[in-house]
């Protein structure tokens, strides 16, 4: 068997060289020169587990140096993840389907107990018997719905498209490169596309996902392997993680919305350059979120409190319950004068956990324009307020934490707030 290699941190596809697989679950010396992982070592289910559990129930065994999805599976069950999470990388593996089947392989998966499946969060590359489907299944396959899709959003040309017959070996490749996706089947490129382009979120806004607000949104997360219900086989899965660029952007752009989901029944709106947050018509909170993961980073903003001032800075935080709005995460809090701007609450659980001394409440200036910092780099959170430091804060579960960056309008009413300068700066 051949594999097709890619340069790490290219966006398009380039040919290097052509190699011999060897024996099958193992490493070459030049596989593991390069940093390549094996995800799978033919014998054990060792860094696989269930979905959102921390033990491995099945429907998956080991047979005769394969992962066998035994069948049982549908589509609330039966998806195992890796215990380890993947932001860039080239992902390479064999599979084999029965006759009729469906299976997956996807990627960026989050687990929170809020998502019941994997592929509400995850994009999945599609492994299905085209061929037999409609004979065994009593239904043809719709065009999104074909092997090697990304499946809902991007299909191929499948008058080029490479697939062997059931029972019979494939060779699949994902390579997620910094938001650029290219997947490959037996050598040959099915689909090629930007994650985050306007043409991805059109398609998202438009097709299966719509109603699923945090699909595709995180930037890393698990690998994930469907059992749906019919016997698969997989082989020879191995990971490289590619180098992860740094990137510097404004999430403003002065005139509009772009980039951001809006939560709520509260008003955003830009003013000579500002965006403005204000109290709306039923007075309870609102939330203005990224249409995008942010990790590690370290943000700067400005803001001016017009009038009450509470508000705040969301950060790894998702929306539990949108129609309620209702989130979880992180609030650097931005309030009135001797509430604890700077601090850090835990919208969820814990509460408070930094509140800021008395004698730096005098820091914030109300009224006038404020420059905030937020640096957060894996479970070490720091903020500072007009220069000086507010919150250092070492926390496990933040560590743990994944998600978007909201603005907040606290309930009540009577709120007015700008923002301007909001720069951030990808770690």
């Not at 392989?105 to 037999?132: A, S």
């Not at 699949?172 to 089947?185: A, K, Q």
């Not at 942010?294 to 949108?322: C, H, T």
């Amino acid at each position: 068997m051949k594999r097709l290699y890619a340069i790490a941190g290219t966006a398009a596809l380039t040919v290097l060289t052509l190699v011999s697989c060897g024996q099958n679950n193992s490493l070459t010396k030049a596989e593991q020169a390069e940093g390549w992982q094996l995800l799978f070592d033919g014998k054990t289910l060792d860094g696989w587990r269930d979905y959102n559990s921390d033990a491995l129930t099945g429907p998956w065994t080991v047979e005769k140096g394969t992962i066998r999805a035994e069948g049982q599976g549908d589509d609330g069950s039966g998806y195992i993840v890796t215990d380890a999470q993947y932001e860039n990388f080239h992902l390479v593996w064999d599979w084999k389907i029965s006759k009729g089947g469906n299976s997956g392989m996807l990627y960026h998966v989050v687990e929170r107990p809020d998502f019941k499946v994997p592929y509400v969060t995850g994009p999945e590359y599609q492994l299905i018997d085209d061929e037999n489907w409609e004979e065994v299944n009593g239904y043809p396959l719709e065009q999104w719905q074909r092997c090697a899709v990304d499946y809902a959003m991007y299909v191929p040309d499948f008058e080029t498209r490479n697939l062997k017959p059931a029972g019979q070996w494939n060779h699949s490749e994902i390579i997620f490169d910094n938001g650029h996706v290219t997947y490959i089947l037996n050598g040959s490129k099915t689909v090629e596309f930007d994650a985050w382009s306007p043409d991805w979120y059109q398609r998202k806004a438009a097709g299966k996902w719509a109603d699923a607000p945090e699909y595709g949104l995180s930037r890393k997360g698990h690998i994930c392997i469907q059992d749906h219900g019919y016997p698969a086989w997989f082989r020879n899965i191995k990971i490289l993680p590619l180098p992860v660029k740094s990137e510097e952007r404004n999430l403003l752009n002065g005139k509009d919305l772009t980039g951001w989901d809006l939560y709520g029944t509260d008003l955003w709106y830009y003013e000579d350059g500002d965006l403005i947050c204000e109290s709306g018509p039923d007075d309870t909170y609102g939330y203005l979120a990224t249409d995008r993961y942010y990790n590690n980073f370290d943000l700067s903003l400005e803001f001016k409190q017009e009038a009450n001032g509470n508000s705040g800075v969301f950060i790894r935080s998702w929306m539990q319950v949108p129609e309620k709005q209702k989130i979880q995460g992180w609030q650097v809090e931005v309030a009135p004068f001797n509430h604890d701007t700077g601090g850090v609450y835990e919208s969820y659980g814990r509460g408070w956990l930094w509140q800021i001394p008395d004698e730096k409440e005098t820091i914030l200036k109300e009224g006038e324009w404020n420059k905030m910092r937020i640096l957060l780099e894996g479970d070490h959170l720091q903020t500072w307020l007009n220069g000086e430091k507010m919150t250092d804060l070492t926390d496990e579960k933040i560590g743990e934490g994944i998600g978007r960056i909201c603005l907040q309008i606290h309930s009540g009413g009577g709120i007015k707030v700008r923002w301007r300068n909001m720069v951030i700066k990808t770690l």
